[in-house]
């Protein structure tokens, strides 16, 4: 369990969907290259890639069907020039410009064994998909700007991708599905930002009092019941110094206390036929406590088993 808390700690891990802007971006050269799909009938995904690497492209294009969205992996940047711009507010964003209107994409560190990329996440609606099927649509990131296809590929492809109404677009919290880890947990996206992800779980910062949201999965390789993760955890010093409080029940845990000069609120539920745990950890200066406790207790309730979504069966 040791372990897992330490991954959970360690993991560097929003995108918040606001409204489009009038104002005109300077004109940029876009970058010549090609689109292909994996598939001619039925597209997983989409991807760009200039001559120099055909074989490398810098751009992926997925659709998160559980979630509603349209996900881009960039990846033209070296990771290390990738990891020192996540330092500097706003390096990483990118933008959708078409029919003079530019759609704000806010960037976050994508990790991956391969290499670490750049990612935007498009909340599929109306409003998003009337820029992602314009014929001039142009796809801005940091130093790269591309053409979608002319032949209307990422139009179709987002249009296949469910979508949600238009008044998620506001909403200041939403569902997320993780069906790798058969759980769904709600996020208060207006208050925190994605500043990293990785095959594991995200990491959200710049919430109130300085707060961090971990949300992260790890495999119960010990195959540990509530109370004893718990026990575990309440004694790890890399995850909580002190213990305030704390409960367990048939497949949970929580426990709030402090690290350091911090206030930690911490929730693990197990999944996937108890062989995995989600854990939802929030990390927030003492001050901020009356903003950040009903934001955590909103989320602990929504933290719940999924054993699918729409078809698509979870823990495979």
């Given at each position: 369990?040791?372990?897992?808390?330490?991954?959970?700690?360690?993991?560097?891990?929003?995108?918040?969907?606001?409204?489009?802007?009038?104002?005109?971006?300077?004109?940029?050269?876009?970058?010549?290259?090609?689109?292909?799909?994996?598939?001619?009938?039925?597209?997983?995904?989409?991807?760009?890639?200039?001559?120099?690497?055909?074989?490398?492209?810098?751009?992926?294009?997925?659709?998160?069907?559980?979630n509603?969205?349209?996900?881009?992996?960039?990846?033209?940047l070296p990771?290390?020039?990738?990891?020192?711009?996540?330092?500097r507010?706003?390096?990483?964003?990118g933008?959708?410009?078409?029919?003079?209107?530019?759609?704000?994409?806010?960037?976050?560190?994508?990790?991956?064994?391969?290499?670490?990329?750049?990612?935007?996440?498009?909340?599929?609606?109306?409003?998003?998909?009337?820029?992602?099927?314009?014929?001039?649509?142009?796809?801005?990131?940091?130093?790269?700007?591309?053409?979608?296809?002319?032949?209307?590929?990422?139009?179709?492809?987002a249009?296949?991708?469910?979508?949600?109404?238009?008044v998620?677009?506001?909403?200041?919290?939403?569902?997320?599905?993780?069906?790798?880890?058969?759980?769904a947990?709600?996020?208060?996206?207006?208050?925190?930002r994605?500043?990293?992800?990785?095959?594991?779980?995200?990491?959200?910062?710049?919430?109130?009092?300085?707060?961090?949201?971990?949300?992260?999965?790890?495999?119960?390789?010990?195959?540990?019941?509530?109370?004893?993760?718990?026990?575990?955890?309440?004694?790890?010093?890399?995850?909580?110094?002190?213990?305030?409080?704390?409960?367990?029940?048939?497949?949970?845990?929580m426990?709030?206390?402090?690290?350091?000069?911090?206030?930690?609120?911490?929730?693990?539920?197990?999944?996937c036929?108890?062989?995995?745990?989600a854990?939802?950890?929030?990390?927030?200066?003492?001050?901020?406590?009356?903003?950040?406790?009903?934001l955590?207790?909103?989320?602990?309730?929504?933290?719940?088993?999924?054993?699918?979504?729409?078809?698509?069966?979870?823990?495979?």
């Amino acid at each position: 369990m040791r372990n897992i808390i330490r991954g959970l700690l360690a993991a560097a891990i929003a995108f918040a969907t606001t409204a489009i802007s009038q104002a005109a971006e300077p004109p940029r050269t876009l970058t010549a290259g090609s689109w292909q799909a994996d598939d001619a009938d039925k597209p997983a995904q989409l991807t760009f890639a200039t001559a120099a690497r055909a074989d490398d492209p810098e751009l992926f294009v997925f659709c998160d069907r559980a979630n509603t969205e349209l996900k881009l992996l960039y990846r033209r940047l070296p990771s290390e020039e990738a990891e020192g711009m996540s330092e500097r507010p706003g390096a990483l964003d990118g933008s959708l410009v078409a029919a003079g209107q530019t759609w704000p994409l806010a960037g976050f560190l994508s990790r991956a064994p391969e290499a670490t990329g750049i990612g935007y996440d498009i909340l599929v609606t109306a409003n998003s998909l009337a820029l992602l099927t314009t014929p001039d649509l142009t796809l801005r990131f940091p130093g790269f700007d591309i053409a979608a296809p002319q032949d209307g590929l990422l139009a179709r492809f987002a249009s296949a991708c469910p979508s949600v109404s238009t008044v998620f677009e506001a909403a200041g919290w939403r569902r997320r599905f993780n069906l790798q880890a058969g759980f769904a947990v709600d996020i208060p996206v207006q208050q925190f930002r994605l500043s990293d992800a990785d095959r594991t779980g995200r990491f959200y910062r710049d919430g109130p009092g300085h707060a961090t949201l971990q949300l992260t999965i790890a495999i119960n390789q010990d195959e540990l019941g509530p109370r004893e993760a718990l026990r575990r955890m309440s004694r790890d010093k890399d995850a909580v110094t002190k213990v305030a409080k704390s409960n367990s029940g048939a497949d949970f845990f929580m426990l709030n206390g402090s690290k350091g000069d911090r206030a930690v609120s911490l929730k693990a539920l197990l999944t996937c036929g108890k062989s995995m745990w989600a854990m939802l950890r929030v990390e927030y200066d003492p001050a901020a406590r009356a903003q950040v406790e009903p934001l955590f207790a909103r989320m602990a309730q929504s933290l719940t088993t999924e054993a699918g979504f729409d078809g698509m069966a979870a823990c495979e």
